[in-house]
């Protein structure tokens, strides 16, 4: 069975840019969480999706955003790209919203923004 | 809200010797509590949680943790590391009261030497 799965593994944009995230939770997994691992700063909770809906939001700023589609993969689109942006983004996924699931994670998008 | 502290940002230990890596936290609800590792270039992987019941829980690899509540404390313990234990060790919490949203601690940075 496919764990989760994100692309592209590596994106490189510059200030200014917009850049889309993808990720595929586990077949059967309905809640999608993404969170950004900024150097030195650990796991910073982003956004959880769950059935299409987004149910809960991390102290980002608007120009964070995404979605989830009927077949449960998500997006996460970054606007107006910024220096400290640059950062792994990790996508995890979970059966439902249950609090006791453990979060199965991808390997990450790491996005540069130079 | 809740926090996590990982008190060590930098394990250094030698092969065989036991280690405890440290992980306090604040919340003004019942939490769940978890440990995960992440090796390089790789997403988080779940070592072990605690929900109720026993304080001490076992995870995978040798690992295992003991929840203190009134020091509000999850460390993480291993009698005899091994080289293949390099990696970051993430402590996290999440309120059963709030699904989706788990907190991370900064992360510690294991490094068995030979």
């Known amino acids: 069975e496919a764990g989760v799965t994100q692309s592209p593994t590596h994106l490189i944009k510059t200030r200014g840019q917009q850049a889309t995230l993808r990720c595929s939770p586990i077949?059967?997994?309905?809640?999608v969480y993404w969170y950004q691992q900024a150097l030195g700063l650990g796991l910073q909770f982003l956004l959880w999706y769950d059935e299409g809906e987004e149910r809960n939001r991390g102290n980002f700023p608007p120009r964070f955003s995404g979605r989830q589609f009927p077949n449960y993969s998500s997006e996460l689109n970054v606007n107006a790209l910024e220096l400290e942006d640059s950062a792994l983004y990790l996508c995890?996924?979970?059966?439902?919203?249950?609090?006791?699931?453990?979060?199965?994670f991808g390997s990450g998008t790491q996005l540069s923004v130079l | 809200a809740q926090s996590v502290t990982q008190l060590d940002s930098q394990v250094p230990v030698f092969e065989e010797a036991p280690v405890e890596l440290r992980c306090n936290y604040s919340?003004?609800?019942?939490?769940?509590l978890f440990w995960y590792v992440q090796y390089p270039n790789q997403g988080l992987q779940l070592l072990l949680k605690y929900l109720s019941g026993s304080t001490l829980v076992k995870g995978i690899n040798g690992f295992e943790a003991e929840f203190n509540k009134s020091q509000t404390s999850f460390h993480l313990r291993k009698p005899s590391v091994h080289i293949s234990d390099t990696a970051e060790y993430f402590c996290a919490v999440t309120p059963n009261t709030n699904a989706g949203k788990s907190t991370f601690g900064d992360g510690t940075t294991l490094t068995v030497k030979p």
């Open positions: 995890a996924s979970t059966p439902g919203g249950r609090t006791n699931e453990k979060l199965f």
């Open positions: 077949s059967g997994h309905t809640s």
């Open positions: 919340s003004s609800v019942s939490v769940y």
